[in-house]
């Protein structure tokens, strides 16, 4: 097959940057997504490119997980319910929280994002998109000192990799950024990350694929998979049956019920998280110059342009986009501990989204399955943004060339040992 006909589903990042990736290496590629680009939570996140973290899953996340079940102020919070898929997932998330686990993850992960930055800055340039890209790192700022010792902690494991944080104290940061307000103790410079306006990004690179050769259908909702004698075929949609020779399936969380439809179970969940952006002026904003990262609140202030977006939380309620007024209160509050200049105004927009997370902390990349012709790239939790575009390459690589995928650590494959892929249905 010289030229085939692939279909990517969903117009998130993930998505697009597949369909950006393959148009450009002169692939055939049609994206659908059933609502509109970037409806999901590509749209709405705190917009940084931040490299080099551990994932969220750590020794002592399961003390956090017990409190978070009563507390609706905490930055996790997962709401009593019953709800099998869920418990299954906490507990296999439970049993990936160890230092091994954490090491495993930032001997793949450090490089990788390495290689997202370099990815980022060169779509940025060569495609010339204007979206509010700062380069100048961000701040993990601190209120309190355990917070602060353990900002430091992972600064020094981060350092280990590779990466370069600074720790500052309260007097340097509030030299930096004069917005900073008393009760800061003391943070963390991370110079390699960058920030923009993620919808911006997204609509341009949408806009760049689509002039590489890319098809881009908005309002085409995926109903299943066409599988037959072992090969994905086809999907069938709202407007009907559309043939494939290859499927990427970038759908977010959704992409389990989509797979679990052809007997695939992974192991994702929706991780809901809110912003409220603030206009910035007199009543509004403070005109911050640089993302920070509230420690303490998980919550990151991002300028991006005209406004500010306070964003974060992580919630564990199930596939809905309920907005809960404590758990956007929580960003409002967080911010203005550290920003005093934040204002009385109301916000410009408020907003959720549901961050597609893996029990291991992992993004899922690869062929999936014994299905040929069946790829996935989901499971980017929190790093989604910054994983995007080197997300798109790994996946044209892997079509499009005949070489192995140069990240086995990412496949699917990974969960099958766990037995947590089963074809038995098909
Ligand atoms: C509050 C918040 C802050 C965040 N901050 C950051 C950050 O600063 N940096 C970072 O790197 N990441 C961040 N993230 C994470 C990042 O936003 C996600 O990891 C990323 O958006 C996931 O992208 P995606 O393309 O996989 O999913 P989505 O953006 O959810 O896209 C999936 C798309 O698939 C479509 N779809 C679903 N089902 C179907 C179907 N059956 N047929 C057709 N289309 C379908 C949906 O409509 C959706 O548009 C944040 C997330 C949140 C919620």
């Known amino acids: 097959m010289s030229r085939p006909r692939i279909l990517v589903v969903g117009g998130g990042i993930i998505g697009v940057s597949c369909a950006y990736a393959l148009a450009k290496a002169g692939a055939q590629v049609h994206l659908l997504e059933k609502d509109k680009i970037g409806s999901g939570a590509s749209g709405g996140n705190a917009g940084t490119v931040a490299v080099g973290h551990p994932p969220l899953n750590r020794r002592g996340r399961l003390r956090q997980l017990l409190v978070s ?12 319910r019953w709800d099998p ?31 997202a930055l370099q990815t980022f800055d060169n779509i940025i340039e060569e495609e010339k ?15 309190t000192e355990p917070g602060l010792l353990s900002a430091r902690n992972e600064a020094a494991a981060i350092e280990a990799y590779g990466y370069h944080p600074e720790c500052i ?24 990350s960058r920030s923009l306006d993620p919808l911006k990004f997204l609509e341009a ?86 993302a920070s990262e509230l420690s303490e ?11 500010v977006r306070f964003a974060g939380t992580m919630e564990f309620s199930g596939f809905n986009r309920v907005m809960r007024t404590p758990r956007l209160n929580q960003l409002t509050n967080a911010a203005r501990r550290c920003f005093p200049g934040l204002g009385g105004d109301g916000p410009k927009s408020e907003w959720c989204g549901l961050r597609p997370m893996a029990s291991d902390g992992m993004p899922i990349i690869g062929s999936i399955g ?17 994983l995007g575009p080197i997300t798109g390459q790994m996946i044209a690589q892997e079509i499009l060339d005949t070489e192995e995928p140069k990240l086995r650590k990412l496949s699917p494959d990974r969960f099958r040992g766990a037995a947590l892929v089963n074809t038995k249905k098909r």
């Open 69 to 80: 079940l009563l507390d609706q102020g905490s930055p996790l919070y997962i709401p009593p």
């Open 85 to 115: 898929s869920l418990w299954g997932w906490l507990r296999d998330f439970v049993r990936y929280c160890t230092d091994e686990h954490v090491e495993e993850c930032m001997k793949v992960m450090a490089p990788l994002g390495k290689n």
């Open 129 to 143: 998109i204007e979206c509010g890209y700062i380069r100048s790192g961000y701040y993990k700022v601190c209120v």
């Open 169 to 192: 104290s309260s007097e340097e940061l509030r030299r930096r950024e004069p917005e900073f307000g008393p009760e800061l103790l003391g943070g963390i410079h991370y110079p390699e």
């Open 205 to 290: 690179l949408t806009e760049r694929a689509r002039l590489r050769g890319a098809r881009i259908s908005e309002g085409v909702s995926v109903l299943s998979m066409s599988i037959i004698s072992g090969r994905v075929v086809g999907l069938r949609t709202n407007e009907g049956e559309i043939g494939a020779d290859v499927v990427v399936l970038a759908t977010g969380p959704f992409s389990a019920g989509i797979l679990n439809e052809v007997g695939i179970q992974l192991p994702l969940q929706p991780g809901k998280g809110y912003h409220r952006d603030y206009a910035i002026g007199p009543g509004g904003a403070p005109p911050i110059k640089i």
């Open 297 to 307: 609140a998980s919550v990151f202030c991002t300028p991006m342009g005209d406004f």
């Open 370 to 386: 014994d299905i040929k012709g069946l790829s996935v790239a989901t499971g980017h939790g929190m790093l989604g943004l910054t």
